[in-house]
Structure formats: C-alpha cells, structure tokens
C-alpha cells in the first residue's frame, strides 16, 4: 500500500460528506428534508434503491394480481430487473431509441398490455427521460408509471423534481450518487392510497437487521473518511483497477450484483448523517452544474462525439456518445485505469449479463447494445481539476483523429 497515496477522482461527483455529519445536532428527519425539498407531502426512506422499487412493485403486483409485466428500459441498472423478480414479477425489455438511453416511445407502446403493472422510464447520470411520454402511453393499458430517479436526485423536469411526475418514483443515496448514506433509496407517491400500500408493503418485506445496518455504519463511516483525492484510491481506484488487470469489466463497473439483495430498515444514526448532510445537497448541484456547463463547449468541439445535455438535469458525471465501439475501447484503454474519473456507465444491454438470464423482450434491443458499446463517461466532481480535464478531452480528440 501506499503509504502517500496520489490524488484521485472519484468517478462520479458524490456530495462529500464531513467527519461534521457524523455526529451532532440533526436539523429535521430526512425524510422530511427530502419531502420539504422535493415538494411532496411524504418520502419513504428503504436501504436502497432497489429496495425502494422493490417495495412499491411488491406493493402494486399485490393490488393487481392479473398483471405480471413491468417494462424497463434494455440498458439500465442490472439491478432493476432483480428488483422486477424479487416482487415476483417479469421484467419485459424496452429498446431504447437509437443513440439514446431512453425507451423508444414506439417500442414501448407495443410492450405495454393488459398485462403491464408498470413502466419505468429512467434517467441515467442526471440527465432525463421523457416521463410525459411514459405517463401517456401506460396509463391508458392501466398501468403506473415508476420514475427511476436513482441517479438524478435534483434534477427538474417539466415543472418538477425528476421522480415527482410520474405515478411513483424512487431516489438513490448509494455510494456515489449524489447524497449518501452508503446504501439508500427514497420511495414517492402521488397517491396517498399508494404510500399507505408503500409503507405496509416496506413493514413486511424490510424488517430491521442489526446485522446489515452494522454493516452498513462502517462502510459510511469508511465512506466519510476516504471520499476525499487521497482516499479515493482506497475507497475505489485500486479495486478498480485491479479488476481491470484482471479483465474482469463487470467488477471495474460495480456490477457484480445478486439477486439476493439485501431488504432491511435504516438505522437512526444513518439517517442522522444523511440528514446533516442534506442542507449542502441544492449548492452542491449548482456548483457541479455550473462546472458541467463551463466544460460541456470543450466537448463539443470534438468533431464525432456526442455529450448529452438537457435543462434542468444533475451533473454526476459528463455522459458521452463516441463514434464506435472500437473508439470508444481505445480512449478507455489509455484513461479508464487513470486517477481522472473516466469510465462505462453499464457494461452490457440487459440480455448480455449472464447472471440475468433471459428476459422477454431481450432478443430485440439492438438499440441498447450499441449505446452500450459506444458510451463512457468523464467524472463531473470537483476534484477532476481543468488541467485533468483538459488531459481527458485531449485524449479522446486524439483517439478520435486517429480513428
Ligand atoms: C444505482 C441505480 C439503481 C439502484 O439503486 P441502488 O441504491 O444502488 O440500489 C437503480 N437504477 C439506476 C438507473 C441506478 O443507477
């Protein structure tokens, strides 16, 4: 081990927290912060984010027996579709459109029925989906819709929160993603007969594990500790690039997940730290929007890449579309093992993680696998100072002028 460990950038801009957090003065529960700010009358916190969607899925394939399908996006979170089986439903695979990472609107009209108990349009690192689009086609199938907000907690969409217009939406507070407790989800409703349903489902599937929670402390302790440019190495770059010594992509990305996730309550002093924590939350989003808008021009000076952007998103992280997979290969080559918070989002299209198994729908996301192969991303946190961006963007225009 190093002993004076070099400076490194987390790959995503999580909101740091203070040794301060750990201890003192709590100025209103979490959940009521969350509520207050969101704009909700209430917000139901589970130990993940997958356990909130879990718990509202549990809760919904309870009222509506006769329906078994929800409708998620081919590239997203492995761990959306574990949560669709552990409530004991299918997930059904959307193709995304091509370039995108949203659902194509005419793909999923034809995958909604009346066997659709959901749909889940999801925004991936801050930037958004069309959720009005996803609300228009579910609705009239009878189905809800469920925002998956995991990333972009902050973002404003169509008058809103992201996670506040569709039917239910769901938050995460993982390691990383924006404001952490280390591992977290916040659970909302439009309907207060689904919050009631929400919070009966979550007393009988999330029970209180002494185990886990000890668990958990630790590692947010560690957390606090280490997300700083010296801890990060710790925390996560030597992991990460070990993995990736060993070709084992999935482990570089975080992505060995288990169907046997964790379901459990959140402790009090957890819910503390997150609490100190949140007041910092809104200037934490404007000072990365604003550094993601300065840096944004020097990408699209690249000729043949794409970085997306839209108004009123987060900033975790800066989501690029590269020419072809061989380019994108090349830049992630010289710059994934770097201390510059360059990196894939997810590894595959959904149909190509071994551990998933087959889904319906997943013989036909050729939309999914090509955005899969052809994205990367570059770390919106402050510590990835210009001179480091500037290193990356010089990279990557290289590469690309070669290609
Ligand atoms: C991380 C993530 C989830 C799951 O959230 P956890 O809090 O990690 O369980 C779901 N969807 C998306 C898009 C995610 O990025």
């Known amino acids: 081990m190093r002993l004076r460990p070099e400076p490194e950038s987390p790959p995503t801009a999580g909101l740091p927290l203070g040794l301060g957090d750990l201890a003192g003065p709590v100025p209103a529960p979490l959940t009521a912060l969350a509520a207050n700010w969101l704009g909700v009358d209430e917000v139901q916190l589970e130990c993940s984010g997958t356990a909130a969607l879990t718990v509202a899925l549990s809760a919904l394939a309870e009222h509506s027996p006769s329906r078994r399908e929800v409708a998620i996006p081919a590239f997203t979170c492995p761990l959306v579709p574990l949560a669709v089986r552990r409530a004991g439903l299918v997930p059904r695979l959307v193709d995304v459109m091509p370039g995108h990472f949203d659902m194509d609107p005419q793909r999923l009209a034809d995958a909604c029925s009346e066997q659709t108990l959901a749909v889940v349009p999801t925004h991936l690192g801050g930037r958004l989906a069309d959720v009005a689009t996803a609300n228009a086609i579910a609705h009239p199938v009878g189905a809800l819709t469920i925002e998956d907000a995991a990333q972009a907690l902050g973002a404003r969409l169509d008058g809103g929160f992201a996670g506040t217009r569709g039917d239910i939406g769901f938050f995460s507070l993982a390691a990383g993603k924006g404001l952490s407790i280390f591992e977290g989800g916040l659970l909302v409703a439009q309907d207060e007969a689904w919050r009631a349903r929400f919070r009966r489902a979550s007393r009988r599937i999330a029970r209180w594990s002494p185990t886990w929670e000890l668990r958990r402390t630790i590692e947010l302790i560690g957390y606090a500790t280490l997300y700083r440019p010296k801890g990060m190495a710790l925390a996560y770059g030597n992991s990460m690039r070990r993995s990736l010594r060993d070709g084992d992509l999935l482990g570089a990305a975080g992505e060995h997940f288990s169907a046997d996730f964790p379901l459990h309550t959140v402790g009090r002093w957890r819910r503390a730290v997150g609490a100190r924590a949140f007041p910092r939350l809104a200037a934490f989003i404007e000072a ?116």
């Open 288 to 403: 990365t929007t604003a550094q993601a808008r300065a840096r944004l021009p020097r990408l699209d000076s690249i000729p043949g890449i794409h970085a997306f952007t839209d108004e009123g998103g987060t900033w975790p992280y800066l989501m690029l579309r590269m020419p072809d997979e061989r380019t994108r290969d090349a830049v992630l080559t010289r710059l994934w093992s770097s201390r510059h918070g360059v990196a894939r989002m997810f590894i595959h299209a959904l149909p190509d993680y071994d551990y998933l198994g087959t889904m319906p729908g997943g013989d036909d996301v050729p939309n999914a696998r090509d955005f899969a192969a052809r994205t990367l991303t570059i770390t919106n946190s402050p510590w990835l100072d210009d001179a480091s961006f500037e290193h990356v963007c010089a990279v990557i225009e290289a590469t690309v002028a070669i290609a």
